[in-house]
């Protein structure tokens, strides 16, 4: 078999090689372009598979296939059939059994004929079949016409019917249209009874005893008040109210007076039946139902003051019962308060504790049964009213614990006026103050708790000041030991000095707080009734300052007039016992300095006062006092140190000899007598008494006895530079008076002496400048 690439190849050849007249033949192009053809597409197989079908060697032959004689294209197709045969591949099973190229080439030959004859015996069966449809689709048209006859007798049927009944019809439209519209009608009048009228279950749940408060009856007064408002925006859109508006809010009013008086009755009841034990619990149906009587303030007063009375008598019933029988406090019980009425203190500070606490838990539940928030509020801080509701709660709170201001007014009078010590009457006047001032934000300063609070405390504060008069009377009494020679104060201004700082460092330690509160407040708008507070607590009679101003005269007033009383006694006591003279030098002076005395008490009682603020004004006062006895004692000590050095007389000579007569004709200023006084002097300076005085050693205020010792050497020295000025002066007529001053130190030079002293001229210039304006500001 040759494949058409040989066959492709060879003709290749042959064209390059030299054209031949073969090539150029039909017969040959068609045979060429046959064998260059492919038949792997689906179309040309399906074509060729019809054709195996058509001309299969197991069917015969058509009649247009007979054998024939052949021609000369005969020859050349077969020619053609036998290359194209070899090139195909896939052989048909008619050819594989017939003779090579005998079947292909028959059917080559009557390929048009025997596809028309099949046309023709396909059309000639079609007929066939359609005859019989044809006959079918006669007899459906026959049916057909019928039909549409006995349709056009209905339809004329119907319209003489349709216009003989066509007045009912109208008639039938009508009333569907009315019941329709009657339909609406109801459903509107049946939606409007169900919105605007009460059903009969929440008619009695309103009205009827039988049914208790609850979720039913909070639920139809909602329904109730819903339809009131509903029928006011109804009634709103009208010209003027219809009848059916005002018979409705006329039907819903009379319901909510029925279940106002209802809720009314049932919380009196309620509150008639609580005790002590239910101050922490409040159901949720007694506060909606004090929540909806908000709306009627005279039922809800009247249920109110019920719960007063309740409140009153149950806080009270428990008072008396931690008075006297004790409570339960955690696992284990609570000893009675009047177990310890012997301290006053703890005694007083457990019933307003208890009072306190009592307060407290009233309150909690008082805002639970109101349903008020209280927010976010600091203990003891103000509470402003700025609702009706605080003035309820401030009105009921004030009305439960006014039971208790008999029993307790009563107790604690009795207590405080059993005080004799001033510290432990000033204890309990400060714990009262505390209480009143805490009361007085918390209840109102109107209140009656915090009134005989007020009262209380400020007998307590009368007690207190009658203790401190009595004990500064007491300290006026006292006499010194005659053989006591120590300077320094007292046991008994010591005792009294202790209760004084006792009672600064308390109130010191209870106002600094205040203090700073007070300014907080002040600086805040919104606590409106600090006023009212503050006036609470001055109206009972005490205002903090003035009243440490006032203890502090009452304790340091006679404390000083003892000092300086009891010294004069003793001083003149000691004076008749050894008969000395009214100038009080001698024995005395060694024994006992009074004025050393007076300034130790004094210095020990602004020591005490130094670390208090509101002593300050009493401190400068001492101070006065002191710098006063001060400069005095710096007059005796320089009479003292002219003394001890010799140089009295000889300055007392030169201050009272007029400058125009000699001096030295003076007796105590002669040249030897002023000689001997120099070496006296000089002797004097050597010695620690110069430095320090013995009699200043005493004090015992270290700070005082160097201003005093170096005032009395200042004044010293310049009355040594006075008396060298003399003495060098020709007309106080000394001879060699720069060998008489020169012969001991200092020799006659006062900057030697202030050497020896230790005085720096320029500080001591200072000192002198500050001495002068102290002793202006003392004067004045």
Same mark, same amino acid.
């Given at each position: 078999m040759v494949t058409s690439g040989t066959v492709a190849e060879t003709t290749e050849t042959k064209e390059t090689a030299s054209p031949s007249p073969i090539a150029r033949n039909p017969v040959s192009l068609r045979l060429y372009k046959v064998l260059g053809a492919t038949f792997d597409d689906q179309a040309t197989k399906e074509a060729l598979n019809t054709l195996s079908d058509l001309y299969s060697p197991s069917r015969p032959l058509p009649a247009a296939a007979a054998p024939s004689t052949t021609n000369e294209d005969d020859k050349v197709h077969d020619d053609v059939d036998e290359v194209h045969t070899e090139k195909i591949k896939d052989v048909p099973s008619f050819l594989q059994g017939a003779p090579p190229g005998d079947t292909a080439a028959k059917a080559r030959?009557?390929?048009?004929?025997?596809?028309? @004859?099949?046309?023709?015996?396909? @059309?000639?069966?079609f007929l066939v079949s359609f005859a019989a449809v044809d006959q079918k689709l006669d007899a459906l048209q026959a049916h057909i016409t019928t039909m549409r006859q006995r349709c056009e007798e209905a339809q004329v049927q119907l319209q003489s019917t349709n216009e003989a009944c066509k007045s009912l019809l109208d008639r039938a439209g009508s009333l569907r249209d009315e019941r329709q519209e009657v339909?609406?009608?109801? @459903?509107?009048?049946?939606?409007?009874?169900?919105?605007?009228?009460?059903?009969?279950?929440?008619?009695?749940?309103?009205? @009827?005893?039988?049914?208790?408060?609850?979720?039913?009856?909070?639920a139809a007064m909602d329904r109730a008040q819903t339809i009131r408002d509903d029928c006011r925006v109804l009634m709103a859109g009208e010209d003027s109210p219809s009848k059916a508006g005002l018979d409705i809010m006329a039907v819903t009013s009379a319901h909510l007076e029925k279940a106002c008086d209802k809720l009314s009755r049932w919380c009196s009841a309620e509150f008639r039946s609580m005790g002590r034990d239910a101050s922490l619990e409040i159901p949720h149906e007694l506060s909606e139902a004090v929540r909806r009587l908000r709306s009627r303030p005279e039922l809800l007063a009247e249920t109110l003051t019920v719960l007063a009375q309740t409140r009153q008598a149950a806080l009270l019933s428990s008072f008396m019962s931690a008075l006297t029988a004790g409570g339960t406090t955690g696992n284990g019980g609570a000893r009675p308060i009047e177990l310890h009425a012997h301290d006053a203190l703890r005694y007083i500070g457990d019933m307003l504790a208890w009072v306190h606490q009592a307060i407290a838990a009233e309150r909690e539940f008082l805002e639970a049964l109101l349903s008020i928030d209280a927010g976010a509020r600091m203990p003891g801080a103000v509470r402003a009213p700025a609702h009706t509701e605080d003035e309820w709660l401030g009105e009921l709170m004030d009305a439960a614990v006014a039971g208790l201001c008999g029993p307790l007014r009563a107790r604690v009078l009795q207590t405080v006026r059993a005080q004799e010590s001033g510290l432990s009457a000033y204890k309990v006047a400060r714990l009262l103050q505390f209480y009143a001032l805490t009361m007085a934000r918390?209840?109102?300063?109107?209140?009656?708790?915090?009134t005989t609070l007020g009262e209380t405390t400020a007998a307590s504060y009368a007690v207190f000041f009658d203790a401190i008069a009595t004990q500064g009377r007491a300290l006026l009494r006292v006499s010194l030991d005659t053989a006591d020679s120590s300077l320094t104060p007292p046991q008994t201004l010591l005792t009294h000095v202790q209760d004084l700082c006792s009672i600064l460092a308390l109130h010191a330690s209870e106002t600094a707080d205040d203090d700073d509160d007070d300014n907080d407040d002040d600086t805040n708008p919104n606590n409106a009734d600090n006023t009212n507070s503050g006036a609470a607590v001055e109206s009972g009679g005490y205002e903090e300052r003035a009243t440490i101003e006032r203890a502090l005269d009452a304790l340091v007033d006679p404390a000083v007039q003892m000092c300086i009383g009891a010294a004069e006694e003793k001083d003149t006591a000691l004076r008749r016992q050894v008969g000395a003279n009214t100038n009080g030098r001698g024995r005395i002076r060694v024994?006992?300095?009074?004025?050393?005395?007076?300034?130790?008490?004094?210095?020990?009682?602004?020591?005490?006062?130094?670390p208090h603020k509101r002593a300050a004004r009493k401190r400068s006062e001492l101070d006065a006092a002191i710098?006063?006895?001060v400069r005095d004692l710096i007059e005796e000590h320089y009479e003292d140190v002219l003394h001890d050095s010799s140089l009295y007389e000889a300055v007392q000579a030169c201050e009272q000899t007029p400058p125009e007569e000699p001096l030295a004709h003076v007796p105590s200023c002669a040249p030897s007598t002023l000689r001997t006084t120099l070496s006296t002097f000089a002797h004097w300076l050597a010695s620690l008494d110069a430095i320090h005085a013995p009699r200043l050693s005493t004090l015992t205020a270290p700070a005082l006895h160097a201003r005093v010792h170096r005032a009395a050497q200042r004044r010293l020295g310049r009355a040594y530079a006075a008396l060298c000025a003399r003495v060098h002066d020709p007309r106080s007529r000394y001879e060699a008076a720069t060998t008489l001053l020169g012969a001991e130190r200092p020799f006659g030079s006062v900057s030697v002496l202030w050497q020896i002293f230790g005085i720096n001229e320029e500080e001591m210039e200072e000192e002198e400048e500050e001495e002068e304006e102290e002793g202006q500001e003392t004067r004045g």
């Open positions: 030959k009557h390929l048009r004929r025997d596809i028309e @004859s099949k046309l023709e015996e396909g @059309s000639l069966k339909k609406t009608r109801q @459903s509107i009048v049946t939606l409007f009874l169900a919105r605007f009228t009460l059903s009969k279950d929440e008619a009695a749940a309103l009205s @009827s005893s039988n049914i208790s408060v609850g979720p039913s009856f909070f918390t209840l109102g300063a109107r209140a009656l708790l915090a024994a006992w300095d009074r004025p050393i005395f007076v300034l130790n008490c004094l210095t020990y009682l602004v020591d005490a006062l130094a710098e006063m006895r």
